[in-house]
Nanobody, 115 residues
Framework: QVRLVESGGGSVQAGGSLRLSCAAS????????MGWYRQAPGKQRELVAV???????NYADSVKGRFTISRDNAKNTVYLQMNTLKPEDTAVYYC?????????WGQGTQVTVSS
């Protein structure tokens, strides 16, 4: 099976930065896509950013210009560099990995941005 381990969440003041990491391990033959979603209290889970096997990226409009997604294929790891954080970025962030057509989710990491 596949295991996803997230790290890097925490609390920061508005304008600050955080970097999230998600490492995939287990039976991994081919990673199609890696990404990050988030879910704020009382809201639906939403896409933040994704990166494909060809390094194409896509971002939610709300984070464009502030967040950067990247991946290290040798480590099966995806990163999310979050700059200029805003209170509305407060949420639980979930790693999402698609491996040979199957979707896996991380356990979630809390990001809290105070004003």
């Amino acid at each position: 099976q596949v295991r996803l381990v997230e790290s890097g969440g925490g609390s920061v003041q508005a304008g600050g930065s955080l970097r999230l990491s998600c490492a995939a391990s287990g039976r991994i033959f081919s990673i199609d896509r890696m990404g990050w979603y988030r879910q704020a209290p009382g809201k639906q889970r939403e896409l933040v950013a994704v990166i494909t096997s060809g390094d194409s990226t896509n971002y939610a409009d709300s984070v464009k210009g502030r967040f950067t997604i990247s991946r290290d294929n040798a480590k099966n790891t995806v990163y999310l560099q979050m700059n200029t954080l805003k209170p509305e970025d407060t949420a639980v962030y979930y790693c999402n990995v698609v491996i040979t057509g199957r979707t896996y989710w991380g356990q979630g990491t809390q990001v809290t941005v105070s004003s």
